[in-house]
């Protein structure tokens, strides 16, 4: 009797040890588990970072150099069988603040069925870009809808989209992989059906942080056009875009953009980012 009275009292006992223990160790677990988290999340909070800063660096480059600047430029578009159009323009560009709102004008000098089109965009960060072009035979100022900024830009293999650079917020940013050249980093919309893309890859020079190459992929993951960097000159110390190209790699057409006679911080008026201007040409700025 007496050891059974034993028995039944140390069985409980290791029961409520061994119970004791697991709970220690489930406890101990769910501690590790809770004290690796942060890290993770810090890990995680730091690749953010890190791919924020790049695509910041990388619009700063693309579109922001200088307070403001100006460029002639020549459009050569190539067509699926080989035909050749030629558009010639001039750019006047001023920053309201860097990585913010945007002035741009674009004049166009030939061929003679597109001289004299003017094209004016507001960039704005917060909101739409608001887009404008004139056309001299109608005499008509034509507002350019935020529906067709992915639509091509006077005939050529550019979209309205790609002149004053696509609003960084419409995307969300994946860095992809990195060599000591460049990083690859993924976009991916977060309005799907904003545009005809379902993402694009661009790789970022790590020198001077210019988009040297993206390519663009439908739903099927089919990559169906792509833009390339074929010269980078540095003007006034800052690293600059003479040559470039976009290709639409379902026929291999493509067009062309070069630019010469490129200056930064000319010191361009506010006022002339108007609807007069658009009008009336400031030849000052333009010869």
Same mark, same amino acid.
């Given at each position: +009797?007496?050891?059974?009275?034993?028995?039944? @009292?140390?069985? !409980?006992?290791?029961?409520?040890?061994?119970?004791? %223990?697991?709970?220690?160790?489930?406890?101990?677990?769910?501690?590790?588990?809770?004290?690796?988290?942060?890290?993770?999340?810090?890990?995680?909070?730091?690749?953010?970072?890190?791919? =924020?800063?790049?695509?910041?660096?990388?619009?700063?480059? &693309?579109?922001?150099?200088?307070?403001?600047?100006?460029?002639?430029?020549? +459009?050569?578009?190539?067509?699926? #069988?080989?035909?050749?159009? +030629?558009?010639?323009?001039?750019?006047?560009?001023?920053?309201?603040?860097?990585?913010?709102?945007?002035?741009?004008?674009?004049?166009?000098?030939?061929?003679? #069925?597109?001289?004299?089109?003017?094209?004016?965009?507001?960039?704005?960060?917060?909101?739409?870009?608001?887009? @404008?072009?004139?056309?001299?035979?109608?005499?008509?100022?034509?507002?350019?809808?935020?529906?067709?900024?992915?639509?091509?830009?006077?005939?050529?293999?550019?979209?309205?989209?790609?002149?004053?650079?696509?609003?960084?917020?419409?995307?969300?940013?994946?860095?992809?992989?990195?060599?000591?050249?460049?990083?690859?980093?993924?976009?991916?919309?977060?309005?799907?059906?904003?545009? =005809?893309?379902?993402?694009?890859?661009?790789?970022?020079?790590?020198?001077?942080?210019?988009?040297?190459?993206?390519?663009?992929?439908?739903?099927?993951?089919?990559?169906?056009?792509?833009?390339?960097?074929?010269?980078?000159?540095?003007?006034?110390?800052?690293?600059?875009? %003479?040559? &470039?190209?976009?290709?639409?790699?379902?026929? #291999? &057409?493509?067009?062309? %953009?070069?630019?010469?006679?490129?200056?930064?911080?000319?010191?361009?008026?506010?006022?002339?980012? &108007?609807?007069?201007? +658009?009008?009336?040409? !400031?030849?000052? @700025?333009?010869?």
């Amino acid at each position: +009797m007496i050891t059974n009275l034993l028995n039944n @009292w140390i069985k !409980p006992t290791k029961n409520r040890v061994k119970m004791a %223990m697991s709970l220690t160790l489930l406890l101990a677990n769910s501690l590790s588990v809770y004290a690796q988290e942060p890290a993770t999340l810090a890990n995680e909070s730091d690749k953010k970072k890190q791919v =924020e800063n790049i695509i910041k660096q990388a619009n700063l480059a &693309s579109y922001y150099a200088g307070d403001d600047g100006s460029a002639e430029a020549r +459009m050569i578009i190539v067509d699926e #069988n080989g035909k050749r159009q +030629m558009r010639q323009f001039t750019i006047l560009r001023k920053d309201q603040q860097d990585l913010g709102d945007q002035n741009i004008l674009v004049f166009f000098s030939q061929p003679s #069925n597109v001289k004299d089109t003017v094209f004016r965009v507001e960039k704005k960060l917060a909101n739409d870009d608001n887009r @404008w072009l004139f056309l001299p035979a109608l005499d008509l100022i034509k507002r350019i809808s935020a529906g067709d900024k992915r639509t091509s830009f006077v005939g050529s293999h550019f979209y309205y989209e790609d002149v004053s650079g696509r609003n960084p917020q419409e995307d969300n940013f994946t860095l992809v992989s990195e060599d000591k050249a460049a990083y690859v980093i993924n976009a991916k919309p977060k309005d799907a059906q904003s545009v =005809e893309f379902s993402h694009y890859t661009v790789k970022i020079d790590k020198n001077n942080f210019l988009p040297i190459e993206t390519t663009y992929f439908d739903h099927n993951n089919q990559a169906t056009r792509k833009m390339a960097v074929l010269q980078v000159q540095e003007i006034n110390g800052i690293p600059t875009v %003479m040559k &470039s190209r976009i290709t639409n790699l379902g026929n #291999n &057409s493509y067009t062309e %953009m070069q630019f010469r006679h490129v200056k930064y911080n000319v010191g361009l008026p506010d006022s002339l980012f &108007s609807e007069r201007s +658009m009008r009336t040409p !400031p030849k000052a @700025w333009l010869d």
